[in-house]
C-alpha cells in the first residue's frame, strides 16, 4: 500500500511501541489518530507527531464505538488499524487473581477484538483494508509466570489467525508482529526491571518500521506474521 495520504489508527499511539509506528507513519505521509487512557500523555505525543488524538479505554466497548464516531468525524475513512495498547501482568499460575486476568485479556484481547470489529465492518464495506495486530514472542511460546500475558498474546494470535480467513475476500490483510523485549514502559507498567542502558536491546522505531514496511508491501501480497528479535541482546 501507498501510506502517503493514507488514514490510520493506532491504539495506545501515545507510549512505546505505538508511539514510533505513528510517528513513523505520519512521517510517510499518513494521516494517523492515536488512542490512549492517561489524557494528558495523549496530548503531549498527538502535538509530538502531529497525530490526532482520542481519548479511549479499547476494553471498554462504548469508548471503542466513540473512538470509530471521533475517527470518522475527523477523518472520511480508514485504510489501517494498528492494534498496539495492551499491558502485562507477570505472575505464577498459584498467585493469579482473577481480577488482574481479566484486566489484562480485556484489553489485550477483548479490545483489540473490538477494535477489530468496527474497522472490519468498515472495510467490508470499502472492499479493502489493513489490520496489524502487535502480538508478541509471548504469542508464540510459552513461559514461567506467563499465564495472564502469554495466554493474551495467544489468543490475540488465534484471532488474527481466525480474522484473516474471514477478512482476506473483502481484501482485507490481517498482519501479527512479534516483538521481542524492547525499550519502552511495558516492564515498569508490568512490574519488572529492565535493563534500559542495553545499547543492544530493541528499540520501538525498530517495531515501527517492521510495521510499516510490511504495510507498503504491494496489496498484492501480505507477510502473515513477522517476529522482531534483537540481534545480540547480550542480557
Ligand atoms: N516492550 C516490549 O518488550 C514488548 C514486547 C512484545 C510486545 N509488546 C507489546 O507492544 C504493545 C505496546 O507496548 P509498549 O511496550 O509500547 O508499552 P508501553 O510503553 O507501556 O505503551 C503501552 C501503550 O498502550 C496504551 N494502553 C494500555 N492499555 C490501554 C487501553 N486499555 N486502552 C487504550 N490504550 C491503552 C498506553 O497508554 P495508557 O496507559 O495511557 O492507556 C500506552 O500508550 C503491547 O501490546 C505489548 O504487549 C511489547
Not at 499511539?13 to 505513528?22: C, D, E, L, Q, Y
Not at 489501517?80 to 501482568?89: D, R, S
Not at 495467544?154 to 516483538?179: D, I, K, S
Request: with cysteine; glycine share 8%.
Amino acid at each position: 500500500m501507498n501510506l502517503n495520504e493514507a488514514t490510520a489508527l493506532v491504539t495506545g499511539g501515545s507510549n512505546g511501541i505505538g508511539f514510533a509506528i505513528a510517528k513513523r507513519l505520519i512521517e510517510a505521509g499518513a494521516k494517523v489518530a492515536i488512542t490512549g487512557r492517561d489524557e494528558k500523555r495523549l496530548a503531549a505525543a498527538g502535538k509530538a507527531i502531529g497525530a490526532h488524538t482520542i481519548h479511549a479505554d479499547v476494553a471498554r466497548e462504548a469508548d471503542v464505538l466513540r473512538s470509530y464516531k471521533e475517527l470518522f468525524q475527523r477523518f472520511d475513512h480508514l485504510d489501517v488499524l494498528v492494534n498496539n495498547a495492551g499491558f502485562g501482568v507477570i505472575a505464577p499460575l498459584v498467585e493469579m487473581d482473577v481480577a488482574s486476568f481479566e484486566q489484562v485479556f480485556a484489553t489485550n484481547v477483548t479490545g483489540a477484538m473490538l477494535m477489530a470489529r468496527e474497522a472490519a465492518r468498515h472495510f467490508i464495506e470499502r472492499k479493502g483494508g489493513h489490520i496489524v495486530n502487535i502480538g508478541s514472542t509471548a504469542a508464540v511460546r510459552g513461559a514461567a509466570k506467563g499465564t495472564a500475558y502469554y495466554g493474551s498474546k495467544f489468543a490475540l494470535r488465534g484471532m488474527t489467525e481466525c480474522w484473516r480467513a474471514e477478512l482476506r475476500q473483502y481484501n482485507v490483510r490481517v498482519m501479527l508482529v512479534n516483538p521481542s523485549e524492547v525499550l519502552t514502559d511495558f516492564y515498569a507498567t508490568a512490574g519488572l526491571q529492565q535493563n534500559t542502558n542495553n545499547p543492544t536491546k530493541l528499540h520501538g522505531d525498530d517495531i515501527a518500521y517492521a510495521v510499516q514496511s510490511a504495510l507498503e508491501m504491494d496489496d498484492r501480497g501480505f507477510i502473515t506474521e513477522l517476529t522482531v528479535f534483537a540481534t545480540n541482546p547480550k542480557d
